[in-house]
C-alpha cells in the first residue's frame, strides 16, 4: 500500500499561481503512475494531469493544457502540480493519486480561484 499526503492548497486571485505537492511512502517501489484528479462542487471528479514515475512522460487535461504543470522529485517521492495562470473554473478539491499494486488517494486539497 502507498500513503498520499497532499500540501498546498489555498485561497488566490483569477492569474496567480499555487504549487500542490503530494508526498508518497510506503510500497513506493510498486508505483507505476502518478497524477491529479479534481471535484468541483456538484460536479463528478474530473482528470486533471498524469505522469509516468518510470518514463517521466505527461499528459494533461485539455483544459489545464499549457498552464499547469505536473513533475516529480524522486529522492523526495514527491509529485508536484505547479498551476499558473489560474481561472475562477480551477477551484475544487484536488486529488492526487498513484497506481501501483492498488490506486492510492489523497486525501484532497481545497484550491480556491476568486474572479
Known amino acids: 500500500q502507498v500513503q498520499l499526503v497532499e500540501s498546498g492548497g489555498g485561497l488566490v486571485q483569477a492569474g496567480e499561481s499555487l504549487r500542490l505537492s503530494c508526498a508518497a511512502s510506503?510500497?513506493?517501489?510498486?508505483?507505476?503512475?502518478m497524477g491529479w484528479f479534481r471535484q468541483a462542487p456538484g460536479k463528478e471528479r474530473e482528470f486533471v494531469a498524469r505522469?509516468?514515475?518510470?518514463?517521466?512522460?505527461?499528459k494533461y487535461a485539455d483544459s489545464v493544457k499549457g498552464r499547469f504543470t505536473i513533475s516529480r522529485d524522486n529522492t523526495k517521492n514527491t509529485m508536484y502540480l505547479q498551476m499558473n495562470s489560474l481561472k475562477p473554473e480551477d477551484t475544487a478539491v484536488y486529488y492526487c493519486?498513484?497506481?501501483?499494486?492498488?490506486?492510492?488517494w489523497g486525501q484532497g486539497s481545497q484550491v480556491t480561484v476568486s474572479s
Open positions: 493519486y498513484a497506481d501501483g499494486a492498488v490506486t492510492s
Open positions: 510506503g510500497r513506493t517501489f510498486s508505483v507505476s503512475v
Open positions: 505522469l509516468s514515475w518510470t518514463t517521466g512522460s505527461t
